[in-house]
């Protein structure tokens, strides 16, 4: 009888996509990677009306592409992270989970450049349960109540401080889903060859990249995916309906006859530019609007910045083009 341990088995779920990623993220097989693609072309070839079967090889081909990102491609830009510093109470954390609709908040000392950690709302909300159950057991009262003296309590006071990962902007994307797997840390924050905070990155945002957007309560408004910044200046996800940006902006960005090229936002920019911007570009239309790209990655554009700009009249434009 053999003396070797029999290792344990690995789950199904998370030993296929740690070898899939590993497989693509470490050795970089092009060959794998063009033989997957051509069994799902000739898949769907054969099979042009399974639903399901589309459904899945889309999924694979986002797997597959996923294996060409990097970090900073699927993160999200300093510009537009929440967070909140270590200074503020209790009760401003309290604000900031319910504008920000996030699970997980980073908190800061200063500046962004010094991420001390992040905040997760199950630990808040375990906080005020206990907090408000010891006030309740004194007043005799019903519910949860929480003391003014404990909402003013800084946030660096409150032991709710989750670990971050810190990564560089050219980490492979599928690497790092595989060490927040394994770390179990599920943030992460992009830091510059400087040692600043470029960016920051969730798990969700590693998914989404392979399975579509994910979809919470919070996301099922349409007009809650474009928001005023500023007088002249709106910010929109990218997967919100043209129409519903010509009605709050009182534009008409798809003639009659071209509606049927685009549905969103993101796919107008991509028809208007015939490929995929990259972040920082601004794309102008004929209306007077600028998008400008916050957030992109190798496929599709995912967060716009609109600037509303004033504009001659269309027959002022044509005489300008001409002379």
Do not use: C
Not at 28 to 53: F, K, Y
Not at 134 to 159: E, F, N
Not at 256 to 279: C, H, K, N, S, W
């Amino acid at each position: 009888m053999s003396n070797e341990t029999t290792p344990p088995p690995v789950p199904v779920r998370e030993g296929f996509l740690r070898k899939f990623l590993s497989k693509f993220s470490l050795s970089r097989d092009r060959g794998l990677r063009e033989d997957l693609e051509s069994v799902i072309e000739t898949h769907q070839a054969q099979n042009p009306q399974d639903e399901l079967g589309q459904e899945t090889r889309s999924m694979m081909r986002n797997l597959i592409a996923f294996s060409d990102l990097r970090v900073d491609d699927v993160m999200v830009p300093r510009a537009d992270i929440i967070a909140i510093e270590d200074s503020s109470t209790m009760r401003d954390l309290l604000v900031k989970f319910n504008e920000a609709n996030h699970s997980r908040l980073p908190v800061y000392r200063e500046t962004l450049d010094d991420v001390a950690g992040m905040i997760h709302v199950k630990d808040f909300m375990r906080w005020m349960s206990v907090k408000g159950s010891k006030r309740k057991s004194k007043t005799k009262t019903p519910g949860i109540s929480i003391s003014a003296t404990d909402l003013a309590l800084p946030v660096k006071q409150s032991g709710l401080y989750r670990e971050v990962l810190f990564v560089p902007p050219s980490m492979p994307a599928a690497d790092l889903l595989l060490k927040m797997q394994a770390s179990h840390i599920h943030m992460a924050i992009v830091i510059d060859e400087y040692g600043g905070s470029d960016g920051l990155i969730s798990i969700e945002d590693l998914v989404e990249e392979i399975v579509g957007d994910i979809s919470d309560e919070h996301d099922t408004d349409e007009e809650q995916l474009i928001k005023r910044q500023d007088e002249n200046i709106y910010v929109a996800d990218a997967r919100v309906h043209i129409s519903v940006v010509d009605k709050l902006l009182g534009v008409d960005l798809l003639p009659d006859e071209e509606e049927d090229e685009a549905d969103t936002l993101g796919g107008l920019i991509f028809e208007m530019g015939g490929r995929v911007p990259t972040r920082g570009e601004i794309i102008r239309h004929d209306s007077g609007l600028e998008f400008e790209i916050l957030q992109s990655d190798a496929r599709r554009v995912k967060r716009i910045r609109i600037h509303v700009k004033k504009q001659a009249s269309a027959d002022e434009t044509a005489g300008d083009t001409t002379g």
